[in-house]
Each structure stands twice: as C-alpha cells, then as structure tokens.
C-alpha cells in the first residue's frame, strides 16, 4: 500500500518536472523570452533589470534553474496587463472554475447513473435506446455549440435564464460561491450543464456496461432468491458495485473537467481561470500563460494522484487499468 | 412439492433451445432428492424454474409446480417473491459469485431477514449470527462484518448456506454447491447440511453432475439427460439395478476401487444440442442398445411398481 | 495457444458464391440503415468540400462582390448583387450558405490532413514500439500514457499558446494531439500479431525488418486504424472548431465553420440567431455523420463480435 503511494508520488514528481522542462523549453528556446515575459512597453532600463532579474544573460542550463528556482517559490512571473503576479491572477480566479466543475461533475454524476442504469436494465426499451442515442449524440456534439445553442433557447428565446456572467455570490465556508442564492444559481446552472454534457456521456456508458455486467451476476440472482425487492436489488446491489468505478472515473476526470471549462467559460463569460487564459492569449500576456500551464498540470497530476491513493484505499480488489482502459 | 411435464424454454436468437422439457418428480416432505445429469442437460434450469428465477429469454412454456398444493407457475411475482428465501431457498454453485462482493455479511444476511420479517435491525442481526452458528463458522460477529472477499470458498458457500437457512424453509435447491469446493471441504458441507436436514425436516433438492456426491445422500435420485428425467428410483435401485443406458453408462464411467486396472468406460459420442434435438428419445444417438424404434418418443415405464421408472424402449431389465 | 485464421470462411459460408472479404464487409456494413445514412453525409459533405468553389452561390472572399450594405440579412433575403441569400448573410454582408461551404473545406481539410499525418506518424511510432519490444517499447508507451492522460484541449492549448495562431499551427497541434492514439492502437494490435505463427515463420526466412513489419504486421492493424482513423477526424474537426471559437485557432483569413459560428455568436444576443446557428448545424451533421460510419466499422470490423 505504503509502496504503491510512494511510487505514484515519485511518478508524478517526475511528470511535473517533464512539464516544467517542456514549458520551459516552449518558452525559452521556441520563443524569445525577452519577448515572452518582458513587457515589450517598458523602456530599455527596465528591460535590462528584468534580464539580469530572470537570468536571461546566463547560460541556458543556468536559466533553467533560475526558471524553476522561481517557480518552486511561487514566482510566475508579473502580467503584463494587470501588472500583478501571475500565480495571484490566477489564483483568484480558481474558486470560480471550482465551483463550476464540482457543480458540473455532481450533476453528470446524479443524471448520469440514474440514466445508464435505466438503459442497462431496459436495453430494448424506447426509453433505453433513446438514452443511448443520446448519449452517442453528446459525444458528437461539440460543447460550444451545444452552450450557445443553450444561450439561444434560455436566455434569447425564453429569457428564462441569465446569458452569461457569475451573477452575485454568498459566501460560503469563506469563498464566494454561487449556488447559495436563487440569483447565483441562476447563473451558474447553465454553464454547469453544459460543462456536465461534457461527461454525461461517459457517466452513462460506464454505469450502462457496469448495470448490464452486474446484473448478470450470480450474487444479483441469489439476492433474488433470498426474496429481496427488486427496488432494493437495483439500489443496493446493482447501484453499490457501479458506484465504485463511475465515482472513481469522474474523479480522474475532473482535471480535465476543468481545462474544459475554458470552453464553457468563454461561452457563458464565467470570470474563472478559463476566461482569463483565453484573453491572456488574445492579448499576449505571457506569464500568465506560463502560470497558468504550470498550475493546470500541476493541479491535474495532484488530482490523479489523489483519486489513485484514494481508490485504491475505497477497493482493496483495485483494478486501476481496468478502469482506465 | 411436485413438477409436473415442466417445459423451460429459452427463445434465443439461434432458435428454442429446450433446456427442459417435459420434467417430472416429486419430493416428500423431509426428503433428499439428487437430480444427477451431465452439464447442460438443464439441472440449473430446473431449479431456477421451480425458484420462479429464469432469465429472459428463457420461460416456463407449459407444466405445473405444486408447491404444498399451490401452482408456482401461475404464481404472481409478488407471491413467489414472499416465498422466496421464505418458504423455498436456493444455494449456487460457485460460492465465490454468490455473495455481493461490494456489501458486508452482514448487509446481505440481515437484508434477507428483513425481506421477510419485520423485525428490529438488532434481532435481525442476531439471527444472522445464529445462522452462522447453525453451520459452523467461528467468531461470527467478527465474520458479519467481513467483506466476501476475506473469506475462503468453503466459508462463502458455507455464508450461503446459512443465509439459506434463515427463515427455516421448507425446501432448499441446491444447485451443485459443492462442486466448486475442495474435497475435503465438499465431504464436510455435505455433512452438515444432511445434519442440518435431519434436525429441521426440510425437504432437498441437491444437484450435482457427481453420482458420487449424491450416492450417500440423497434418498432417491432423478437422472437427467437433454432435459428429460430419464430414469428416477430409490437411490439403491438407480445405483445397482440402473435400468437406463445412459444412467449404465454414467456409472461405469465414476472410477472406483473395484475395478481398478480396468480400462474406464465412457459414453460415446456427444451430448446433443438442445437447439435442434434428435428425433425420439434424445440419447438414441449414443445408446449401444437403440434401433428405429428408438425414433419414437419412449414412454416412462414402471417395471413392477418398485417405484423406480425409466424412459426407454430397451431398458436393463434382466440384472435384478 | 492454436490460432483459427480463417474463421471467415467457415463451412457456412461455402454456400454463398463469390464470397470475397471486401463483399462480406460491404453487406454486412450495410446491415445498419443509419450507417447508410452516414455514409451519404459523408460523401455530401466530402463533394461539398471538394468542390466549393464551383457550388456557392458567392464568393465570400472576392472583395470586390461582397458589399458591406447586405450585412445581416435574415435568411431568404435578396443581396444586392440580386443573388438570393438562402441562409442569410453575416456581420460583413457575406452569403451564409457560401463561407459555410468555404468554411466546410477548410475544417474537413484541417481534419483530414492532420488525421493522416497523425495516423503516419502514429503507425510509424506503433509498430516500432511492438516489433522491437524492451526499452524502446517501454520509452514509447511510456510517452504515449503520458500524454493521453492529459485532454487533447489542454495540449492543443499548451501547443498554441508557445505557437500562435495559424493554420500550420493549428494542424501541428492537432498532430501532436492525436498521434498518441494511433500509436497505442497499432501497437495492441501489432502485440497481438507479432506472435503468432506467420510472423515467426517470416522471421525463420530471414526477411528483413522492413519487409516483415510492413509487408506482415501492417495489413493486419488496418481495421482498428481505419476505425480511429475515422473517429478521430471527426474529433479533430470538433478540436479545431473548438479551437477556433476560442480565438486561438485559425486566422480571420482562413474561415472554418468553428470560427463562422464565433463571428455569429456576438450577434445572437440580438436574436440574428442564423450567422450562428447554420454553421453550427454543418458541423454537427460533418461530425455525426462521420462517427455514424466510425461506430459502424467498429461493429463490423471488430474480430470478436465476428459470427
Ligand atoms: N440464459 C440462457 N440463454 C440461452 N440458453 C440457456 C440459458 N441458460 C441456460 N441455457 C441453456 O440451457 C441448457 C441447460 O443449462 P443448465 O440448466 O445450466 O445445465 P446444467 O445441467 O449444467 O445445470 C444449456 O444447454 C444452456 O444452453
Ligand atoms: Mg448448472
């Protein structure tokens, strides 16, 4: 157990530093960093003290290791648009991606399962066969347009829902959240759908194959013959033993959630890290570029490492490439 | 309880495959039944029938089930669901599959209390324990809050027993529970739960491909073959005076000390599909002893009211 | 372990005169009405693309025909060149229905070319790793889980963020997203094949490297290829859309349907829903039809659902 975990945490320590070798090689040796992380307004003084600050008149091995000493420290770099640290930027914007994919990844999760069951248990259905055509559709369907499409009925159309914006938040084990007001809610239920469509499909499928596997087990027909309801058989012991690998699933999934939001963000202007690395790339504000990479896979390899741990603590019969696969 | 011509079908794809058709026997009140037959010959489907449990596309065309005068085949799924695990349990062959592997022990066995009895979760807890006691499991408070997996095959089948057991029915199939055992493990099973008969005068259905299995237990024995009982009797009489080849057959293929150095016989020949049977008696294509009449359907014969029939034109009349 | 090679032609099938391979394939695939259906969107979309030039109304890009006074027009208006707008015209007064033609070449193009070179490079890569085994195996799969446990967005954004903008940026990226699943796919296969008999039997002849693995191991990772193949130039084309949504794609010059959709998108809030809206439709039929026939091939070509 023990050797399991630290070996995923010496595995990860050593992605982290592929990417911190891969950003750096991206911006350093592709790009001119004087031109990537120098703001090309200032004025010639400022520009050679921001040289010899970053180590850009060393050798390269030498500025890779003022790069990652910076890093390590926390310094990304100041933007050049808000001339604020980087790392600040964006961090101030994480609550608001947060809130979005937890929202996002419960509600794939609650619609998904309940769904996929219902077409595993009535492959032949209509109402089976139609959850499956639609869940091939959300695979197909490309998010933004599916956001937009959104926009168009809820918003243009109905002028039910909100088009865009965070709207208010409350405060909430001292964040900002939305969901805790009727407004905030308002707000964030389109674009949390949207995001969720995103892994709908997935939810579905595996909770499909995993109901149709179980119920064709030994222990489903034995619950039976012990006279259980077959309400208690579906939500006992058919849901426990999907339950499992879809939480698990999503878990792994949520990083990518999140770089995803960056679509659904820019969709719904939703002022989280997604909206602002698109702008920072419309107005070539590259630190924040360069921070915002860092952090992304850097919070995408800590998540992986989590769920890893954390199954393989939830299952002890772990079958990590089963899942994976 | 009794089964009367039970016909099973299963509508498939390829075709009706028949896994039984036309079954019938009887079990008295304390008795132990062995329902022998090689795999696929349509035991598993037998029991599920009389459980009410067969799987789509599989149905009970035609026949009756009298279960203490009642016909399970007509019964509701509401009413067979009140005597299932009640009145009527069964027990699978592979104990490592019959537990859930994601619930505790004692989830699964206070559930089946619950089912039936509406009774505190603390006495349903306490009678789980006792069922654990009944069939020998040491520390079974520490046992009810296991996980599956940390038991042993003879411990799971032995889980499975006893959750069986729990409400005292009246009759018990058991489905080849032994078979995924150790031998040793399988004789003590076996012990106990024909101790365990004796003291609750349940009635037993037990089903094996193994003559050997049920020779010192069961009280008469109905051999099957293509979903057809082909010959039923006194466990003595099916076993010395066999009438059927094909039961012939089946027990000079069981090594034995006897007849050690003897080649083994065997049955030639294949068991045919249940897809698309042979015309007649189905085992005609591999009896020694079959001619044209054999394409006729045989008749059950009774040779002098011993109690033991068979199925067959030709039958082994002569030893005696 | 035997190995049963020719479970096509069994006893069964004997009946059936001239039973090639591709026959077999060709009705078994037309079993699915709605495979059939794709396959038609397919070859529309793929005429469509090919000949744009010749079947828009318009050219959307000719300055001298485009007159900023027809911009916005709702669907069935006249433009002033007195040709009919069917589907409306955009911000600038171009034809609908003629940059979405435009734009349809554009990304079907974008799609295609990457996803083969994608799939050169994949197969390449695939079947070095599975002929050669050890560390070079180990290194390359090692690179391929890598990369495949990040999404394909977060790569491609990575990529044009130190890029820029551009088509050939965009198509590197959409290169090095996909790569890593032809890699894998080829490799399983190839696994697979390496140790059966003919290849051993091919390896006792002496022949050489190149022969064996292009002449032996190739054909036989053909049918899971074509299958990624085509699922994956359905999903580059719904990256590179994506992509170019997000303003980080293609250049305003080169138009593909993801960017027609985001020049509509700042319109709709004013209800001219078209600008957006048909482009939209475009993509979403070019997509499903594509993952129709892909999920169809899947079926069919899958050995293990074979009869
Ligand atoms: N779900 C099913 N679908 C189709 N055929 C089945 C199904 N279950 C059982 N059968 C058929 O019924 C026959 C009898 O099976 P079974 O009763 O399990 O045999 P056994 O005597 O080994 O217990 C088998 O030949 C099998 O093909
Ligand atoms: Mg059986």
Known sequence: ?325 | MAVEDLKTHFFTKLGVVKAVNGVSFSVDKGEVVGLVGESGSGKSVTGFSIMGLVDPPGRVVSGRILFKGEDLVQAGERRMRSLRGRRIAMIFQDPMMTLNPVLRIDTQMMEAVKAHADVSTQSARERAREALVRVGIPSPDERLKAYPHQFSGGMRQRVAIATALLHKPDLIVADEPTTALDVTIQGQILYEVQKLCRETGMSLIWITHDLSVVAGLADRICVMYAGVIVETGATSDVLDRSMHPYTKGLIESVPSRNRRGQPLAQIPGMTPSLLNLPPGCSFHPRCPRADEVCLAEPAIAEPAGTGHSVRCFYPHLEQG | MSVAMNEGSAPGAAAVRDETPLRRFISDFCESKIAIAGVLGVLLIAIIAIFAPWLSPTNPYDLATVDIMDSRLSPGKQMMSGVTAFLGTDGMGRDMLSAMFYGLRISLGVGVASGFVALCIGVCVGLAAAYFGGRVDMLIMRVVDLQLSFPAILIALILLATLGKGVDKIVIALIVVQWAYFARTVRATAMVERHKEYIEAATCLALSHRRIVFRHLLPNCLPPLIVVGTVQVASAIALEATLSFLGIGLPVTEPSLGLLISNGFEYMLSGKYWISIYPGLALLFTIVSINLVGDRLRDVLNPRLQR
């Open chain 1, 1 to 325: 157990m023990s050797v399991f975990i630290i070996r995923r945490l010496l595995q990860s320590i050593v992605v982290i530093w592929v990417m911190s070798l891969l950003v750096f090689g991206g911006v350093y040796l592709i790009g001119d960093p004087i031109d990537m992380l120098i703001n090309p307004e200032a004025d010639q003084e400022d520009i050679e003290a921001a040289i010899r600050a970053l180590g850009l008149d060393k050798p390269i091995h030498e500025q890779y290791w003022y790069f990652l000493a910076n890093a390590l420290k926390g310094d990304l770099g100041k933007s050049f648009i808000f001339s604020e640290p980087a790392l600040q930027l964006i961090l101030a914007r994480a609550p608001a991606t947060m809130e979005l994919a937890i929202v996002a990844s419960l509600m794939s999760i609650m619609l998904g399962i309940p769904l996929g069951m219902w077409a595993g248990l009535k492959p032949d259905s209509i109402a089976g066969k139609s959850i499956m055509t639609g869940s091939i559709l959300g695979f197909s369907l490309p998010s933004f347009w599916v956001g937009i499409l959104f926009i168009m009925l809820f918003a243009v159309m109905l002028g039910v829902l909100p088009a865009g914006g965070r709207g208010p938040t409350t405060e909430f084990l001292g964040l900002q959240v939305s969901f805790l007001s009727a407004k905030g809610l308002s707000h964030i239920l389109l674009p949390a759908v949207n995001l969720a469509l995103f892994k709908l499909s997935l939810v579905i499928r595996l909770s499909r194959a995993g109901t149709q596997e179980v119920i064709h087990q030994d222990y489903i027909k034995f619950a039976r013959a012990k006279g259980l309801s077959e309400r208690r058989i579906i939500l006992v012991h058919v849901l426990k033993n999907i339950l499992i690998p879809v939480v698990t699933v999503i878990g792994l999934e949520f990083g990518s959630v999140i770089a995803f939001a960056v679509v659904t963000e820019t969709v719904f202007a939703w002022p989280g890290m997604g909206k602002l690395i698109i702008e920072s790339i419309d107005q070539l504000d590259r630190p924040v570029i360069v921070a915002y990479l860092m952090i992304i896979v850097f919070m995408f390899i800590v998540i992986n490492l989590l769920v890893d741990i954390l199954y393989s603590i939830l299952d002890p019969r772990v079958r990590l490439q089963d899942i994976r696969a």
